[in-house]
Every structure is written in C-alpha cells, then in structure tokens.
C-alpha cells in the first residue's frame, strides 16, 4: 500500500490523492510514466522528487520515514506487504499515570506471544523489540511507548501505527475494549477485568506471591495485545474497500495464537465483585 500511497508527499492531500487513484494512476510508476508522457499532473515538481526519496526508503525497508509523513489515522498502510515486521505490544503498569513502573509486557507478532514480568525477564524485552519493523499499540503514543522509554531506557525507533487514531478516524471510538465491542470482538471470560484489575492483581501477587494473581495478569495484557491484530486487519479491510481497485492490496491475515497464560476463575470473580463495586455492573 506504501507504493500506492501520495498523501506523504508535500503539497498532497487526500483530495488529491483520490482523484490521482480515480484517474488510473495508482502507483509511484504510474504517476512517472503519465509525466513522461506529458499528461498534466498535480505538483509534479515536488511528487517526482518525492517519488524518487519514497522509493529509496521504501527499497531500504524504511517504515519509520513513512510513519513519519503519514497522518496518523492513515498509518494502518504500514501493515500490507509489511506483515511480517510487524509487532502488538502492550504494558501494564503500577498505575502511577506517566510516571508509573512497568510491571508486565505482553508482545505478539502475529505468531507468537511472548510476555516479560518485572522482576523476572523484563530486560529480554530490549532484545525482542529490536527485531521489528514497525510496532503497533492502542494509544500507544500518549502511553505505552513514552513509558518504556522513561523505564526501560529504550529508544523505540521503529514506525508505530497507534490503533487509536486509525480506528477513530474510521469512527470507532472509545478504549480498546469498546472497540473490540463495536467491531464484535468483545471478550467472554475475562470481562469485568480492565486496567485498575492490573494494577489491584499486580499489587496482590506481589504481596502473596500467589502466582494465579501474576497468571490471570498476564493473560488480561496478553489479551488485549493480540486483539489488536483483527482490529488493525479490519480497519484495513475497510480502507481497502474504499478505495479503486488499482489502488487494492492484499489483505493481510489475523493469526490465531495460542496463549502461554490461563487466567485463574477465582481471580476473575475477584476483580469482577472490585468491578461491580465501583462500577455496579452485574455478570
């Protein structure tokens, strides 16, 4: 979808970009070959010379450069034909706002989950992270990554696609949950958990040590990052059918990864009495 893509380019906008596509011309090489061949063109003067960057950094793998250029509720274009550099990460945290501690991380990449716990591995995360491309959160951009960087001293330079503007401006709107709602992916078994029920399971593992607390945890954080993966394929198979077909990608498949974690029924119920009590929402 990158190579069919002109909105990072100076002066283009949507507006342009779709009557580029309607007109036929749906690709960098398309827009080339109607130059040489004298059509008038939007801003040839700075889409040619976009072109050739775009397509030096697009040779190079470098997705951070187009992250960088795309609005971002246009960053889900950084997934088709990039799939397999692409990693869900999601934190959970001491729930301490901006200057809380990580406690847990969960990371899926479309084939695998891997999950690191403070106190145990969470070092290895710096490793992990490194091998991937791009990295996709749910409000990552005001959150997950800005703590990880403070906490773990790790750069996080690679492209980010942040679910939270790429499903709002499709108009889905809310938390994560409510989206997954919205799209019909709500979750069964462990509803009525949610964050503040990390941070309480967090605080009682560490107390007791009973490990069904750290379990339950981490198959809430494992949840909620590979959720991320059929929201992100969803939103592009909406795009995708807005657009010409010229313009139309592969779309890309959701995995169906197994979970290293079961969460305990006794801490569910737990959480969800913690959950009716403040909330007064029934199971």
Sequence with gaps: MIQNSFIHMQG?????????????????????KAHEKGEK???????????????????????????????AGEAWRLLPGF??????????????????DITTIALYDGKTVRTYVNGENLADFKEAIGAYATVVTYNGKSFDIPVIRRVLGIPMEMAH????????????????KRCEEILGMGRT???????????????????????????????????????ME???????????DTIPEGARFELPVAGSPETPHI?????????RQLYRSSHGNPW
């Design 263 to 271: 969460p305990d029924h006794g801490v569910i119920e737990e959480m």
């Design 12 to 32: 283009v906008g949507k507006t342009t970009e779709e009557k580029l596509w309607q007109r036929g011309i749906t690709t960098w090489s398309l827009y080339e």
């Design 83 to 100: 799939q397999e550099a692409t990693c869900y990460l999601d934190i959970e945290t001491t729930g301490d706002g901006h200057w809380c």
């Design 161 to 176: 696609i942040d679910l939270r503007y790429v499903l709002g401006s499709l108009g889905i709107k809310g938390g994560l």
């Design 189 to 227: 078994d462990l509803a009525g958990v949610d964050g503040s029920s990390a941070v309480v399971m967090w605080n009682r593992y560490k107390r007791t040590g009973d490990r069904r607390y750290l379990e339950t945890l981490l198959a809430y954080n494992v949840a909620d990052t590979v959720n």
């Design 41 to 71: 063109l939007p801003m040839p003067g700075t889409v040619l010379p976009g072109i050739k960057t775009s397509r030096r950094h697009y040779e190079r793998g470098d997705l951070l450069h187009f992250q960088g250029l795309f609005p």
């Design 230 to 240: 059929p929201l992100l394929v969803e939103a592009c198979r909406m795009r995708r």
